[in-house]
């Protein structure tokens, strides 16, 4: 079966074709006028920055399409994201303009997601946001490795949550509409248009993300106790998006699985010892 291609409307297009008028930027390119508009405020340089990475912004907007929200509103608020990220941005601490902005980005497109949802009582707690954002990609990788049958214990574990939790939030899920739905107004709203925007502010949302980045800082400090093993371990079992299995990382090093998970576990500890002020301050 041939899956079916999403619809692009005429104003995503028309957007699409704009913004490819704008050329990227190589490291020099861009160093030179992250460097220009962090020592003298240019303008220009900021405005050259942005829009060479608005593409980027739109494959990003791209991965949050399934949540029934307006592309084109995704992509606005990933701008936003965008805009932060190069008014913060230090390029002399090494790396690429994306590799930072990418986190302020998906912080701005999240926000606007679990706010328009949380009107529909999806919920915003820390370990809700884990369940609401995780819960498909959890499902799907399972669903690969079964040969496309949902497991419902095996995702509650991976997730770290009760059954109970996931199967509530499935529910919720599958039973809301599409925002985009018409609201039956007769006058051409959506269900979105309709609810009040209850949004937190910009300064409690760039506190969040400035927390955020300070906890992503002390991570990667922490990482840098770790031996190559250890840091391995840790990066592709729990930092990356698609985790490899104790089996894989035991045939990469040539070792036992059990050896693997000692690894990983005495990683961890570490990682929890330098990160304990953190939490203890809290």
């Known amino acids: 079966m041939t899956a079916s291609l999403p619809v692009v409307s005429d104003s995503m297009n028309l957007y699409l074709t704009e913004i490819k008028r704008f050329p990227l930027l190589s490291p020099e390119e861009e160093y030179r006028y992250a460097v220009k508009f ?3 405020k240019d303008l220009e340089s ?5 829009t060479a990475n608005l593409r980027f912004v739109v494959k990003i907007a791209g991965e949050y399409r399934d949540y029934g929200l307006k592309m084109l509103d995704l992509i606005q608020e990933g701008n936003v994201g965008l805009m ?16 930072y902005a990418v986190w302020w980005i998906r912080a701005y497109i999240q926000n606007y997601i679990l706010s328009a949802w949380s009107l529909l009582k999806i919920g915003t707690t820390q370990a809700q946001r884990k369940l609401f954002f995780k819960m498909n990609q959890a499902k799907k990788a399972i ?8 497991d419902l214990h095996a995702t509650a574990l991976s997730l770290d949550v009760k059954e109970s939790e996931l199967s509530e939030m499935s529910q ?43 906890l992503q800082e002390e991570i990667a400090t922490a990482l840098t106790s770790l031996n190559e093993k250890e840091r391995y371990v840790i990066e592709q079992r729990v930092a990356a998006d698609t985790p490899l299995t104790l089996q894989e990382i035991a045939d990469h090093f040539a070792i036992s699985r059990e050896r693997v998970r000692q690894i990983e ?14 939490y203890s301050a809290a």
């Open 38 to 40: 962090y020592e003298e």
């Open 46 to 50: 900021a405005h050259t920055l942005i």
């Open 84 to 99: 932060m990220a190069v008014k913060k941005f230090n390029p002399y601490k090494g790396f690429r303009l994306i590799s």
């Open 143 to 150: 669903a690969n490795m079964t040969g496309g049958e949902e």
């Open 172 to 214: 919720r899920m599958l039973g809301e509409y599409s925002l985009d739905a018409d609201s039956g107004d007769g006058e051409g709203h959506t269900m979105l248009e309709s609810l009040a925007d209850d949004r937190r502010n910009q300064e409690e949302l760039l506190a969040e993300i400035q927390d955020s980045e300070q």
């Open 265 to 278: 576990e005495g990683a961890l500890r570490k990682m929890k010892a330098l990160l304990a002020p953190r």
